[in-house]
T-cell receptor, first 113, second 112 residues
Framework: ETGVTQTPRHLVMGMTNKKSLKCEQH?????MYWYKQSAKKPLELMFV???????ENNSVPSRFSPECPNSSHLFLHLHTLQPEDSALYLC????????????FGPGTRLTVT | DQQVKQNSPSLSVQEGRISILNCDYT??????FLWYKKYPAEGPTFLIS?????DKNEDGRFTVFLNKSAKHLSLHIVPSQPGDSAVYFC???????????FGTGTRLTIIP
């Protein structure tokens, strides 16, 4: 049990749909992250929240919209995605600031049709 | 431009032998390095780390070596066990808590 949960674990959506990914951490951490993992590519950092404030947005298209209502929850709202957005989306949390040991959730496997 | 590189996408090792996974980096500002292990359908889990003030860190069967002049680090697993079969990611960050930069991963298969 990593202490970081993600729902749903699998999601298939059409390009015109709107959906949300949810992440919850039970570790008392202050920083939360969204990563994208595509086949044969490094994990790509998308967003970083520290103490519920977005501190980094790595040039992510606006069709991805993060939300961090409190330090335990992180959402990624999706709308009008493209097939190339199909990937594994991983949430992570860390104590204190960014960097260093991060604790990952199991990921949401997203398929855009 | 990939700042953290794992040039071997896969590696097979006999059970009981030593597994050596390699990682190279280009950014000389990196001074904290981590290894993560990932099983299918699970998120990466932290394995071991090393600060640039050290050249070796050991934790049980796992040892990480850092060669700063060569900008190279390696993870040694000895003896290798079937449960070590997974994808291993190398990651790096700066000291003052900036983001992690990951490599593409190496799939390790331990052959019984």
């Amino acid at each position: 049990e990593t202490g970081v949960t993600q729902t749903p674990r699998h999601l298939v959506m059409g390009m015109t749909n709107k959906k949300s990914l949810k992440c919850e951490q039970h570790l008392g951490h202050n920083a939360m992250y969204w990563y994208k993992q595509s086949a044969k590519k490094p994990l790509e950092l998308m967003f970083v929240y520290s103490l519920e404030e977005r501190v980094e947005n790595n040039s992510v298209p606006s069709r991805f919209s993060p939300e961090c209502p409190n330090s335990s929850h992180l959402f990624l709202h999706l709308h009008t995605l493209q097939p190339e957005d199909s990937a594994l989306y991983l949430c992570a949390s860390a104590p204190g600031g960014a960097g260093h040991e991060q604790y990952f959730g199991p990921g949401t496997r997203l398929t855009v049709t | 431009d990939q700042q953290v590189k794992q040039n071997s996408p896969s590696l097979s090792v006999q059970e009981g032998r030593i597994s050596i996974l390699n990682c190279d980096y280009t950014n000389s500002m990196f001074d904290y390095f981590l290894w993560y292990k990932k099983y299918p359908a699970e998120g990466p889990t932290f394995l071991i780390s090393i600060s640039s003030i050290k050249d070796k860190n050991e934790d049980g069967r796992f040892t990480v070596f850092l060669n700063k002049s060569a900008k190279h680090l390696s993870l040694h697993i000895v003896p290798s066990q079937p449960g070590d079969s997974a994808v291993y990611f190398c990651a790096a960050s700066r000291r003052h808590g900036e983001k992690l930069t990951f490599g593409t991963g190496t799939r390790l298969t331990i052959i019984p």
